[in-house]
Nanobody, 124 residues
Framework: QVQLVESGGGLVQAGGSLRLSCAAS????????MGWFRQAPGEEREFVAF????????YYTDSVKGRLTISRDNGKNTVYLQMNRLIPEVTTIYYC?????????????????WGQGTQVTVSS
């Protein structure tokens, strides 16, 4: 059974930092590319960051460049999203997901399994 479990969200003041984690189980983690998405209530799920199998290729949505860093540890079956200099506008639920291919990596429908999400709230 494939599972992705996010953690690390919470309440932080503007300018602060959080590190989100996504622990994977149930299949060979290093065989899958990983993505982070976010979704506000009533909105579509939005691409945030992508990382390939080895961690050598990373993509970000323009609005987060310089604030967020995606990384992975294949030995720990975990992908991370380091969030720095947080602003209130990034308050929402963040999800990790996996896929076999990184074609169309920014489209949610290309991903196979999703975590349950973790809430990030940035206060002003």
């Amino acid at each position: 059974q494939v599972q992705l479990v996010e953690s690390g969200g919470g309440l932080v003041q503007a300018g602060g930092s959080l590190r989100l984690s996504c622990a994977a189980s149930g299949r060979t983690f290093s065989s899958y590319v990983m993505g982070w998405f976010r979704q506000a209530p009533g909105e579509e799920r939005e691409f945030v960051a992508f990382i390939d199998r080895s961690g050598g290729v990373k993509y970000y949505t323009d609005s987060v460049k310089g604030r967020l860093t995606i990384s992975r540890d294949n030995g720990k079956n975990t992908v991370y999203l380091q969030m720095n200099r947080l602003i209130p506008e990034v308050t929402t639920i963040y999800y990790c997901a996996d896929a076999l291919s990184y074609r169309d990596y920014h489209h949610p429908h290309k991903y196979d399994y999703w975590g349950q999400g973790t809430q990030v709230t940035v206060s002003s």
